[in-house]
C-alpha cells in the first residue's frame, strides 16, 4: 500500500525527533562525565590533603575492580539480549562502569602533573563532539573527522618531543596511524568501485563526498609523516591539520541545509 505525503511526513519527523533525542543523550552524558572529571580534578588531583586522602581508596578501587564490573555487565546483557527490558540497563551499567574504570585508571596510574585526569578531560568533550557528528553527519564526515581528530593528535604527540620508553611509542603509534590511514584510503576506494557497498554490507550510500573524504584521509596521511620527520614544525603542521578540520565540517554542515 503506497504511503501518504502526511504518513512520509509524520515517519520523516519522528525519525528526526529520535536521531535529536540520540544527540540530547550524548550531549548530557558528555556533560555528566566532565562534571565528574572536574570533580576529581578538583578533589585529588588539586586538592587537600584530605581530600586526596579521600579520594585516593574510592579512585583506587574502581581502578582495581571496575573492569570486572564491566565484563559481568556486558556479558550478562549479550546473554540477555533478548530481553529488553534487562539488556537496556546492563548496558548502561557496563557502559558506565567502563567510563569510571578508565577515568580511575587514568587519574591513578598517572597522578604527576595530573596527566591522567588531563587527558580525560580533553578525551570525554572530544568523544562526544565525535558521536554528535556520527549521528548527524553523512558516514563519510564521521570517518574525515575521525581521521582528521586522530592525525591532530599524533601530531601534538610527536611535537611533545618525549624521550626513551614513552617518545617510542609515540612514533610507534604515529607510523601505525599512518598504516591505518592508509588503509582506509584503500577501504574507501574499493567500496566507492563497489557503489558504496563490501560485499552485502553497504558502508557509503549513493551520494557521498568521496573527493573530500580522500583529501581528508590524505591530508592527515601526509601530515602525520611530515610531523614525524620534521617534529619541530608540529605546530604548523597543527594549523593545516586544524583548518583542514574545520573546513571539511563547514562543507559537510552545508549539504546538510
Avoid: H
Avoid at 559481568?72 to 558506565?96: D, E, F, H, M, Y
Avoid at 612514533?171 to 563490501?198: E, H, Y
Wanted: net charge positive; hydrophobic share 55%.
Amino acid at each position: 500500500m503506497k504511503k501518504s505525503v502526511s504518513q512520509k511526513r509524520r515517519e520523516k519527523e519522528q525519525q528526526e525527533n529520535k536521531a535529536l533525542q540520540r544527540v540530547l543523550n550524548i550531549f548530557l552524558l558528555g556533560l555528566a562525565a566532565e562534571c565528574f572529571l572536574f570533580f576529581v580534578y578538583r578533589g585529588y588531583a588539586m586538592g587537600t590533603v584530605d581530600s586526596v586522602l579521600t579520594w585516593d581508596p574510592i579512585l583506587r578501587a574502581i581502578s582495581q575492580w571496575g573492569l570486572l564490573v564491566v565484563v559481568i555487565a556486558a556479558v550478562a546483557a549479550v546473554v540477555l539480549k533478548k530481553n529488553r527490558k534487562a539488556r537496556v540497563p546492563l548496558t548502561w551499567v557496563s557502559g558506565v562502569s567502563l567510563f569510571l574504570w578508565v577515568s580511575s585508571f587514568m587519574s591513578v596510574r598517572f597522578f604527576n602533573n595530573s596527566r591522567g585526569i588531563v587527558t580525560m578531560c580533553v578525551l570525554v568533550p572530544a568523544l562526544t563532539i565525535l558521536g554528535i557528528v556520527y549521528l548527524l553527519f553523512q558516514r563519510e564526515c564521521f570517518l574525515s573527522t575521525i581521521a582528521l581528530s586522530g592525525s591532530i593528535l599524533t601530531a601534538w604527540l610527536l611535537g611533545l618531543g618525549a624521550q626513551g620508553t614513552i617518545g617510542i611509542l609515540i612514533k610507534v603509534g604515529s607510523v601505525m596511524a599512518v598504516l591505518i590511514l592508509a588503509a582506509l584510503l584503500l577501504f574507501s576506494l574499493k567500496a566507492q568501485k563497489a557503489q558504496g557497498k563490501l560485499g552485502e554490507l553497504e558502508i557509503f550510500t549513493a551520494d557521498c563526498r568521496y573527493p573530500v573524504l580522500y583529501a581528508a584521509l590524505a591530508v592527515g596521511l601526509v601530515c602525520i609523516l611530515a610531523a614525524l620527520v620534521l617534529p619541530a614544525y608540529s605546530y604548523y603542521i597543527l594549523w593545516v591539520l586544524g583548518i583542514a578540520a574545520f573546513g571539511e565540517l563547514v562543507y559537510f554542515t552545508t549539504q546538510l541545509m
